[in-house]
């Protein structure tokens, strides 16, 4: 009986669908657009505003826009994002229980720049635009697109449409253009640059369905990129839909664009279809503004620290580099910040022009400063590449330890003290600092606050040698044990 039972159980479990393996889906109806696209769709280096869903901006009114979660289905290949409908988005949510899932949501909108380049009446369009800015010279983002017209309607006239059309600067031409940027891969060439756009038409099983015609051209050659997902399948309701596809386009920095997003039945409004857009996905290249060095340094009173700037990957001309300083001193008071130029850094309104090159700020102590212990300042760097969006701000932040000058003696810089006498002779061609000092046991090499950094054993001669060409600018403390006792000598490296 007991056995029985098992069987009984097991059976079951292995029919019932696994609910971590369906897509679910939230409607983003009474939400703000724009606060749902900043949340779901936005990523680094992009700033979006002017959003509209069926160009209405504020609450949405009707579900066809949503979130969805993937919940484990892998074929997905996105854990999250977006999704638009030309029905209900709950239809997009899985297990496949139906080969022909639709669910009308009453009035519908008709998007009149997909009706420009449709064959047939488009019907139930659900369309999200949005201007954008980039920092870099380049934008992406990762979708897939499914519909329940798979695979009976592959070939037929009844081929559900959607576009990314982007419009704006084409940095080829110098001129202002739309084009579609939702494309199969590989489908542009030398006799066809404008691509062959994403459709059910375009990327399918390669054959013909029961209800498409053979000598309708439907592209074989991109059948890999088509997933079947057939009546019972868990994941989505869509009977097919493609593989993650990448948009993406070459722009020009710091220049406004606009982004339409559309989807729309075609002759009917049967069989709903769906592109699912990767959350968060909408990015630009990687350009920043940061401290060339390490997150820490050193800075000597009256020596002063010259802080090096760089540049990330494009050239800004209008971009502005602002300093603020936080930390035990004071900018003004306890030390000054002057910029490659001359110029003195005191607030946020003064600042750098960036203009593709290096840069560096210097730091310098006062007179005033009270350096009896070892004082840090706090340096952040706020660079505004687009003048115009304060809101693509890129930031790093940088630490430095601001200690009391040594008193020179001959050498690089030092002062000696204990109870043995300590001379240091630098070589700057091999970054090597000899140490003379009789009868020396071992050598020791200390930062700033004591930290030791390099040991040398003696072996009780006259000298050893110290390598210095790892460690940064900056104040080095020399200690020299002997037999006699112990003599240090302070150490500047420029």
């Not at 406004?256 to 699912?276: F, K, L």
């Not at 760089?310 to 002057?338: I, M």
């Not at 952040?380 to 003696?409: G, K, N, Q, S």
């Not at 630098?426 to 040991?455: F, H, I, K, M, Y």
Request: proline share 5%; charged share 15%.
């Amino acid at each position: 009986m007991r056995k029985r039972n098992l069987y009984l159980i097991l059976s079951l479990l292995m029919a019932m669908p696994l609910a971590a393996q369906n897509v679910s889906v939230a409607s983003a109806q009474g939400q703000d657009i724009e606060a749902f696209v900043r949340v779901h769709f936005l990523g680094s280096g992009v700033h979006v505003y002017n959003v509209r869903f069926n160009n209405t901006s504020g609450n949405v009114t009707h579900p066809q826009i949503g979130s969805f979660q993937s919940n484990g289905f892998s074929l997905m290949q996105m854990a999250s994002g977006i999704v638009l409908t030309t029905g209900n988005v709950a239809v997009a949510e899985g297990p496949n229980s139906t080969s022909s899932a639709s669910q009308t949501v009453g009035s519908y909108y008709t998007d009149p720049l997909m009706a420009a380049v449709s064959t047939g009446n488009l019907r139930a369009c659900a369309t999200l635009d949005f201007d954008f800015v980039c920092l870099s010279d380049h934008m992406s983002f990762t979708y897939s697109f499914g519909s329940e017209e798979y695979p009976e309607y592959v070939g037929s006239s009844f081929n559900d449409v959607f576009a990314f059309l982007l419009t704006g600067l084409d940095p080829q031409t110098g001129l202002s253009s739309t084009r579609n940027i939702a494309l199969v891969p590989g489908s542009q060439s030398t006799d066809n640059p404008d691509g062959i756009a994403v459709a059910i038409n375009s990327i399918n099983p390669g054959v013909a369905g029961t209800y498409g015609y053979s000598y309708v051209d439907i592209h074989p050659e991109y059948s890999s990129f088509y997933l079947d997902n057939p009546e019972g399948s868990t994941g989505v309701q869509y009977d097919g839909f493609t593989s993650k596809l990448v948009a993406s386009a070459q722009l020009v920095p710091c220049t406004p664009y606009h982004m339409h997003i559309s989807i729309c039945n075609v002759g009917d409004n049967n069989r709903d279809s769906g592109v699912m857009i990767e959350g968060n996905s909408l990015s630009s290249g990687s350009v920043s503004t940061r401290f060339s060095s390490g997150r820490a340094d050193t800075v000597v009173r009256s020596v002063g620290r010259n802080v090096v700037l760089s540049l990330g990957n494009s050239a800004y001309p209008q971009g502005k580099v602002h300093l603020s300083f936080g930390g035990d001193l004071v900018n003004g008071v306890d030390f000054l910040c002057t910029t490659d130029s001359g110029a003195i850094i005191g607030s946020w309104r003064d600042h750098l022009f960036v203009d593709g090159g290096l840069h560096y700020f210097n730091l310098v102590g006062t007179a005033a400063a009270d350096l009896s212990a070892p004082k840090y300042i706090e340096a952040y760097l706020a660079t505004e590449l687009c003048p115009l969006y304060p809101e693509l701000l890129v930031y790093d932040t940088m630490r430095f330890v601001m200690v009391d000058d040594p008193r020179p003696t001959e050498g690089i810089g030092a002062s000696a003290e204990g109870a043995v006498e300590v001379a240091v002779f630098p070589n700057p061609a091999s970054g090597r600092l000899t140490v003379a000092c009789q009868g020396l046991q071992w050598v020791d090499l200390l930062d700033a606050t004591g930290r030791l950094l390099v040991r040398r054993q003696g072996g009780g001669g006259p000298n050893a040698e110290l390598d210095l060409s790892a460690v940064p600018e900056g104040l080095y403390v020399v200690r020299a044990v002997t037999p006699a006792g112990i003599g240090t000598a302070t150490v500047v490296k420029h």
